[in-house]
């Protein structure tokens, strides 16, 4: 029973660690974000707030928190209300399954750094990113306006068309590791990492999550200049950054999730397993911020035509061709 | 894709557009930035730059504005308010005189419908406040000690109060002309 | 230990009644889609209720045949409603009666 | 009672009850919202009762991109006018008085007293084990699914298409 306690304790502390590390990581995400699109800009970005602007975020977070709380005339009060958190939730429950290194070892005792490690991890995170496709859609419609309704539309339709090559190009590398879980995946690159035998499947992966988390170019779902701000337009508040949350640990999760299945999670020389994995991670934000100083929105038929016309089909094939070459080398 | 052109012409200029704004992005990560940051750096404003309201003096010290009601009734936003009085010597002047700087869209009007120059744009525009009353101001605050961009100018020497000095000795005014001395 | 297989098979029954119930009582075509798809619903309750009673993966694997089927279907559905109303302007099942006699 | 079994008829109430209201509810979305909880719920059972897979496809499929579905057509159709005959109390009698029976004939079944309740031992397939079972012996039924997706995706492709009806199409005679 005391084992079982502290079993439980033991959950409970790393629950509370990933859950601090993901919150704290996101609001300075926004900082990073905000300072690197500045310094490409040619300005300086956020720098008033504590030395270098890195209090922003605490500031940002005080000001969202006493900003007024609209719910706009004929909307549907409930799912108004509680679909914001819906984004944060998903991305949060996603962490779950990430490892963060090997097995620590306290007082005597193996624990796994990682809260739990599913047999189909990899399953269970495409699930929840479908799942978060909800918050776009009911948010869009509760608000009872047309342009969050048009951003909902075309949200939806962007999410659930590009989670197709990104389910797809997954596939490989749960062949090539034959596991779905994480922490089996990770293992299976301690030579190599993944990105070397699949790089197609690592572009795949890229910009089908560039979609995914509704960013530039993709951000059709908010472009500014037709739709105001989309979805989340009538949003304010408390309820607006929890949206503005769940977009930026997506863009985490997703950094991490790359790094485990491409790039060979924790494994890496001098370092130890943990930075190398915080160093992998944050490639992908930082892609992601890159490709946004960088390249104009799409229009909505192109998003859809780069989805069918090309990277499924580009998905499949590679799934077959890895599948040729683990055939063949037997 | 241009009919002109082959695939793999227009496959790279593709690619080639596509990394192209990397690289411009990239390289500009590196340069200083062109920010000149405000409240160090101040800008000098031009001279007719339009902000706070002012009402300014003669060159006498006096108040220039008479009360006319003329900024009033032209500003579009309704934002300046006040109330005639006139001095024992027949000077008029504002009993009170109330500008609403919320409501205010700095358009200028008011200084152009001014026959006295007493209502005047300046370039200061640091005015933000943090509860909306403040930024309602009164003629105690509104008044300052200068002339504004007209210093020399004096309403009075021309006209307004009763006259007392001989006709045509006023300022560019002309000599009175004796209409018994103008026939042909 | 789980609860008794009469308890699954009991809960899939209350799932499958209400969905018929759902298809049958309801004039709006998506509340009836929605109500065959709570019927699927109902039957993968049973199969891995099954499953788990025989040890055997065959209900589990029908199903995720099941699962396929639900979506499939789904998707012909929707696209017939949005045909039917781009059509006739309405999804109510009560008015489409042009082969009545 | 042990925990699972708790956690079971907690599951096995929220599921119904969230049913339920998804059958009752007028408006489309709120229905789709109450059957994505239901749909949540299954897919916790589904854990509960050793199916790992099937719960985490039960989450991605019918939860994640079917209901999602549902709600992208709700929002793209549109709300519609309120008809003037809405669902009456009436018309709802003879299918509910359907269901209950049934509902009831079934629970009479399963608690007539000779009939004895069979407990469930813990168990868990793992993903491996039921994919190659699922490949090995089934893989007909899989072939057949993905056939039968190709032809429904067909289908939904040429169901809503452009529909541009032929200019003179009907007045056109045969020529003789």
Same mark, same amino acid.
């Given at each position: 029973?005391?084992?079982?306690?502290?079993?439980?304790?033991?959950?409970?502390?790393?629950?509370?660690?990933?859950?601090?590390?993901?919150?704290?990581?996101?609001?300075?995400?926004?900082?990073?974000?905000?300072?690197?699109?500045?310094?490409?800009?040619?300005?300086?970005?956020?720098?008033?707030? #504590?030395?270098?602007?890195?209090?922003?975020?605490?500031?940002?977070?005080?000001?969202?928190?006493?900003?007024?709380?609209?719910?706009?005339?004929?909307?549907?009060?409930?799912?108004?209300?509680?679909?914001?958190?819906?984004?944060?939730?998903?991305?949060?429950?996603?962490?779950?399954?990430?490892?963060?290194?090997?097995?620590?070892?306290?007082? #005597?005792?193996?624990?796994?750094?990682?809260?739990?490690?599913?047999?189909?991890?990899?399953?269970?995170?495409?699930?929840?990113?479908?799942?978060?496709?909800? %918050?776009?859609?009911?948010?869009?419609?509760?608000?009872? %306006?047309?342009?969050?309704?048009?951003?909902?539309?075309?949200?939806?339709?962007?999410?659930?068309?590009?989670?197709?090559?990104?389910?797809?190009?997954?596939?490989?590398?749960?062949?090539?590791?034959?596991?779905?879980?994480?922490?089996?995946?990770?293992?299976?690159?301690?030579?190599?990492?993944?990105?070397?035998?699949?790089?197609?499947?690592?572009?795949?992966?890229?910009?089908?999550?560039?979609?995914?988390?509704?960013?530039?170019?993709?951000?059709?779902?908010?472009?500014?200049?037709?739709?105001?701000?989309?979805? &989340?337009?009538?949003?304010? #508040?408390?309820?607006?950054?929890?949206?503005?949350?769940?977009?930026?640990?997506?863009?985490?999760?997703?950094?991490?999730?790359?790094?485990?299945?491409?790039?060979?999670?924790? &494994?890496?020389?001098?370092?130890?397993?943990?930075?190398?994995?915080?160093?992998?991670?944050?490639?992908?934000?930082?892609?992601?911020?890159?490709?946004?100083?960088?390249?104009?929105?799409?229009?909505?038929?192109?998003?859809?035509?780069?989805?069918?016309?090309?990277?499924?089909?580009?998905?499949?094939?590679?799934?077959?061709?890895?599948?040729?070459?683990?055939?063949?080398?037997? | 894709?241009?009919?002109?052109?082959?695939?793999?012409?227009?496959?790279?200029?593709?690619?080639?557009?596509?990394?192209?704004?990397?690289?411009?992005?990239?390289?500009?990560?590196?340069?200083?930035?062109?920010?000149?940051?405000?409240?160090?750096?101040?800008?000098?404003?031009?001279?007719?730059?339009?902000?706070?309201?002012? +009402?300014?003096?003669?060159?006498?010290?006096?108040?220039?504005?008479?009360?006319?009601? +003329?900024?009033?009734?032209?500003?579009?936003?309704?934002?300046?308010?006040?109330?005639? *009085?006139?001095?024992?010597?027949?000077?008029?002047? *504002?009993?009170?005189?109330?500008?609403?700087?919320?409501?205010?869209?700095?358009?200028?009007?008011?200084?152009? *419908?001014?026959?006295?120059?007493?209502?005047?744009?300046?370039?200061?525009?640091?005015?933000?406040?943090?509860?909306?009353?403040?930024?309602?101001?009164?003629?105690?605050?509104?008044?300052?000690?200068?002339?504004?961009?007209?210093?020399?100018?004096?309403?009075?020497?021309? *006209?307004?109060?009763?006259?007392?000095?001989?006709?045509?000795?006023?300022?560019?005014?002309?000599?009175?002309?004796?209409?018994?001395?103008?026939?042909? | 230990?789980?609860?008794?297989?009469?308890?699954?098979?009991?809960?899939?029954?209350?799932?499958?009644?209400?969905?018929?119930?759902?298809?049958?009582?309801?004039?709006?075509?998506?509340?009836?889609?929605?109500?065959?798809?709570?019927?699927?619903?109902?039957?993968?309750?049973?199969?891995?209720?099954?499953?788990?009673?025989?040890?055997?993966?065959?209900?589990?694997?029908?199903?995720?045949?099941?699962?396929?089927?639900?979506?499939?279907?789904?998707?012909?559905?929707?696209?017939?409603?949005?045909?039917?109303?781009?059509?006739?302007?309405?999804?109510?099942?009560?008015?489409?009666?042009?082969?009545?006699? | 009672?042990?925990?699972?079994?708790?956690?079971?008829?907690?599951?096995?109430?929220?599921?119904?009850?969230?049913?339920?209201?998804?059958?009752?509810?007028?408006?489309?979305?709120?229905?789709?919202?109450?059957?994505?909880?239901?749909?949540?719920?299954?897919?916790?059972?589904?854990?509960?009762?050793?199916?790992?897979?099937?719960?985490?496809?039960?989450?991605?499929?019918?939860?994640?991109?079917?209901?999602?579905?549902?709600?992208?057509?709700?929002?793209?159709?549109?709300?519609?006018?309120?008809?003037?005959?809405?669902?009456?109390?009436?018309?709802?009698?003879?299918?509910?008085?359907?269901?209950?029976?049934?509902?009831?004939?079934?629970?009479?079944?399963?608690?007539?007293?000779?009939?004895?309740?069979?407990?469930?031992?813990?168990?868990?397939?793992?993903?491996?084990?039921?994919?190659?079972?699922?490949?090995?012996?089934?893989?007909?039924?899989?072939?057949?699914?993905?056939?039968?997706?190709?032809?429904?995706?067909?289908?939904?492709?040429?169901?809503?298409?452009?529909?541009?009806?032929?200019?003179?199409?009907?007045?056109?005679?045969?020529?003789?």
């Amino acid at each position: 029973m005391t084992m079982w306690f502290a079993g439980f304790a033991v959950l409970l502390v790393k629950m509370a660690l990933v859950l601090g590390v993901a919150l704290t990581g996101a609001a300075y995400l926004v900082l990073v974000e905000r300072k690197l699109l500045g310094r490409m800009q040619l300005r300086y970005g956020p720098n008033r707030v #504590g030395p270098f602007g890195l209090l922003q975020p605490l500031a940002d977070g005080v000001k969202m928190i006493l900003k007024e709380d609209l719910v706009p005339q004929g909307a549907d009060r409930f799912l108004f209300m509680m679909v914001p958190a819906v984004l944060p939730l998903t991305t949060l429950l996603a962490f779950a399954v990430v490892p963060f290194g090997t097995e620590l070892t306290i007082m #005597g005792q193996q624990v796994p750094m990682v809260i739990t490690d599913l047999d189909v991890g990899v399953l269970f995170v495409l699930s929840l990113s479908s799942v978060g496709v909800y %918050s776009l859609a009911l948010g869009g419609w509760a608000s009872n %306006s047309k342009y969050s309704l048009l951003g909902a539309v075309r949200g939806v339709g962007q999410m659930i068309s590009y989670e197709l090559p990104l389910g797809l190009s997954l596939v490989p590398v749960i062949m090539l590791a034959g596991s779905m879980s994480l922490v089996d995946i990770v293992n299976a690159q301690a030579d190599m990492p993944f990105i070397v035998y699949q790089p197609v499947a690592y572009v795949l992966f890229v910009l089908s999550a560039l979609v995914e988390v509704k960013r530039t170019p993709f951000d059709l779902a908010e472009a500014e200049n037709e739709l105001q701000a989309g979805f &989340h337009m009538e949003y304010s #508040g408390m309820r607006f950054a929890l949206f503005f949350l769940g977009e930026y640990l997506n863009m985490i999760f997703l950094g991490a999730f790359a790094a485990l299945l491409f790039l060979g999670g924790w &494994h890496g020389p001098v370092l130890p397993p943990f930075a190398w994995l915080l160093i992998k991670t944050a490639i992908m934000p930082i892609l992601l911020i890159w490709i946004r100083a960088s390249l104009p929105r799409l229009r909505p038929d192109q998003m859809m035509r780069l989805c069918w016309v090309w990277l499924a089909p580009l998905a499949l094939l590679n799934i077959l061709a890895t599948g040729a070459v683990m055939l063949l080398k037997g | 894709m241009d009919e002109r052109k082959g695939i793999i012409t227009s496959a790279a200029e593709g690619t080639r557009g596509i990394l192209e704004p990397f690289w411009v992005t990239l390289r500009q990560l590196f340069h200083k930035p062109i920010t000149e940051e405000y409240p160090e750096f101040k800008r000098a404003l031009p001279e007719r730059a339009r902000g706070r309201i002012v +009402l300014t003096r003669s060159p006498d010290g006096e108040e220039r504005c008479v009360a006319c009601q +003329l900024c009033s009734a032209v500003c579009p936003v309704s934002c300046i308010s006040m109330q005639s *009085a006139v001095r024992e010597d027949g000077r008029r002047y *504002a009993g009170w005189f109330r500008i609403n700087f919320g409501r205010c869209i700095f358009c200028g009007l008011c200084e152009e *419908a001014c026959p006295t120059l007493a209502i005047q744009l300046t370039n200061d525009f640091e005015m933000s406040a943090d509860d909306p009353m403040q930024l309602v101001h009164e003629k105690d605050t509104l008044t300052v000690d200068h002339g504004g961009r007209h210093p020399d100018y004096d309403f009075y020497r021309h *006209a307004g109060v009763a006259v007392r000095r001989e006709p045509g000795s006023h300022e560019d005014e002309d000599a009175p002309v004796n209409p018994k001395s103008n026939f042909p | 230990m789980t609860a008794p297989l009469e308890h699954i098979l009991a809960l899939a029954l209350v799932l499958f009644a209400l969905g018929a119930f759902c298809a049958l009582a309801r004039r709006n075509l998506i509340m009836i889609l929605l109500g065959v798809e709570i019927m699927l619903n109902a039957c993968c309750v049973a199969l891995v209720g099954a499953s788990l009673k025989w040890q055997a993966p065959d209900g589990q694997a029908f199903t995720l045949i099941l699962m396929a089927l639900g979506a499939a279907e789904a998707a012909v559905g929707l696209a017939l409603f949005v045909h039917a109303r781009k059509r006739t302007g309405t999804l109510d099942a009560a008015s489409y009666s042009s082969m009545k006699g | 009672m042990s925990l699972t079994q708790a956690l079971f008829y907690l599951l096995a109430g929220v599921i119904t009850l969230s049913t339920g209201m998804a059958v009752t509810r007028k408006q489309p979305v709120h229905a789709v919202v109450y059957l994505v909880v239901s749909f949540f719920a299954t897919a916790v059972l589904f854990a509960l009762l050793g199916a790992p897979l099937v719960a985490v496809l039960q989450i991605m499929i019918p939860a994640g991109a079917v209901m999602v579905l549902f709600l992208f057509i709700i929002i793209l159709l549109g709300r519609e006018a309120p008809k003037p005959r809405d669902d009456s109390a009436m018309r709802w009698a003879l299918p509910g008085i359907l269901a209950i029976i049934t509902v009831a004939a079934g629970l009479m079944l399963i608690a007539s007293p000779q009939h004895q309740t069979i407990p469930l031992a813990m168990a868990k397939a793992s993903a491996r084990e039921l994919g190659t079972y699922l490949y090995r012996h089934y893989w007909p039924a899989v072939e057949g699914i993905s056939v039968l997706f190709f032809v429904a995706l067909a289908g939904a492709m040429f169901l809503v298409r452009e529909f541009k009806p032929k200019p003179d199409a009907q007045n056109e005679e045969p020529k003789p």
